[in-house]
């Protein structure tokens, strides 16, 4: 086990039901609900329900079933919010921070989808 898991970081409370969240779907191994402080009109934050750290960790250690479960729940939500480019919206950005250089803020995995409005370029140019 590469990581050290904090279970008591908000999104572990989350799913233990210790603190309430704006839910948008929930499946066997997936939890997804809406950002406490959005960037976008649409900012939806879907996890796991294991203990993961982050992407590598779960996609190196959570089985199949778990794997296959949170890519599906992924795609719904797109689905669910109607923002599937070509299909019935504009189109969307999936960002997982991992670690230090990326800011993440909690420990444990979490993938943004974000849309709803023009999100710019990927990434800014570092100053200097
Ligand atoms: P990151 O920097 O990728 O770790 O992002 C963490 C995200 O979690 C931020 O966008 C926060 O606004 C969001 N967040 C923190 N606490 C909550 C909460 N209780 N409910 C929903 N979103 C939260």
Known sequence: ?????????????????????DKVLETEHSLAFRDIAPQAPHHVLVIPKGAYVNYDHFALEATDAEIADYTRAIGRVCEMLDIRPGADGDGYRLISNAGEVAVQEVP?????????????????????
């Open 1 to 21: 086990m590469p990581y050290a898991y904090d279970t008591q970081n908000v999104f572990a409370r989350i799913l233990r039901g210790e603190i309430p969240c």
């Open 108 to 128: 444990h995995l979490h993938i943004h989808i974000l849309g709803g409005r023009p999100l710019g370029r990927m990434l800014q140019k570092a100053a200097g």
